[in-house]
């Protein structure tokens, strides 16, 4: 790698991950509290700025401050990436990123003029997955790990074990969809449930993989750890989710219990599909593609040094 490392431009970076996780604990409250409806103008609030911040107008507008912090901080960062970044590449990266948190405020605008129609509940929620992804891939380029020297370890197995991430990390986002429609009312429960194996099973899958093929690299073997650790606390969280919503249903206002538990699962499985996102990242890096490897060793022939290890 010849990119240098910029300490200042990664640790900016890792605060607007920060602050996107601050900004899905603040929509979860509002989906939870039934405020999404609570203002009903939009981009203002009841044609102001600065509405009184009681009932559902806390979270709804306060979820709208705190998405409009978030797109300050991402063009922010997008301008620190081009004064600072050799990587022509990641300069454009970050600008899609600020390209992405602006289309996701106009998505949340239409949530509210078009009066929760049209499953756009249902594309604000998914979509807001892809800009926490791509925020966090910023920081993991801008990582001094990324741009260090990394020692590549060989795929031997089938498939590869770039082809596995990716469908590990597909299965996850279609989960999310799965979630986002039974949250907003436009799914029942049962894909959501049935997805819900469908993840365990491939996660299980992607951890018996990367066990078998790459036991001896410790940053693949603490991913592993991680992604079974991630993926049974959200499976717990979802039925505590489940458990508090249907002991609750009779309530006249969402209950303290169940928003929290919904609010945090519904974090969690942001994470979750964040870090499926980090993984095959972390693959791509470490591991070299099939044809890549296959080129290198031909070359290595042809010039008479001999195969070449990796590792």
Request: proline residues 4%; positive net charge.
């Amino acid at each position: 790698m010849t990119a240098t490392y910029h300490p200042g431009v990664h640790k900016f970076s890792v605060f607007v991950v920060l602050w996107t996780i601050f900004l899905f604990v603040a929509g979860a409250l509002v989906t939870s509290n039934d405020a999404a409806l609570a203002v009903p103008d939009w981009p203002l609030s009841f044609h102001t700025w600065f509405p009184t911040m009681t009932g559902g107008v806390f979270y709804e507008h306060g979820h709208r401050m705190i998405a409009g912090v978030l797109a300050v901080l991402t063009l922010a960062l997008a301008i620190v990436v081009w004064a600072q970044e050799e990587r022509r590449w990641l300069r454009w990266f970050a600008t899609i990123a600020v390209g992405g948190v602006l289309v996701q405020a106009v998505l949340g605008g239409q949530v509210v003029l078009q009066m929760l129609h049209y499953w756009l509940p249902v594309m604000h929620a998914c979509f807001a997955e892809i800009v926490f992804a791509a925020v966090l891939s910023i920081a993991v380029f801008t990582s001094k790990w990324w741009v260090s020297e990394r020692p590549q370890i060989a795929d031997t197995g089938s498939p590869a074990m770039h082809t596995v991430a990716i469908v590990n990390s597909a299965v996850i986002y279609l989960q999310v969809i799965f979630g986002a429609g039974f949250r907003h009312q436009y799914l029942p429960i049962w894909p959501h449930m049935a997805g819900a194996l469908l993840v365990l099973g491939v996660v299980i899958w992607t951890a018996v993989v990367l066990r078998k093929r790459f036991g001896s690299s410790t940053e693949l073997t603490m991913a592993r750890v991680l992604l079974h650790a991630i993926v049974g606390m959200q499976i717990l969280l979802g039925v505590g989710a489940y458990w508090s919503r249907l002991t609750t249903a009779n309530a006249a206002q969402p209950m303290p219990v169940m928003v929290w538990f919904t609010v945090i699962h519904t974090v969690f499985g942001a994470v979750l599909f964040a870090f499926s996102v980090l993984l095959v990242l972390l693959c791509y890096r470490i591991i070299p593609a099939k044809g890549a490897r296959q080129e290198e060793l031909s070359a290595s022939r042809v010039v008479g040094k001999g195969p070449v290890t990796v590792g």
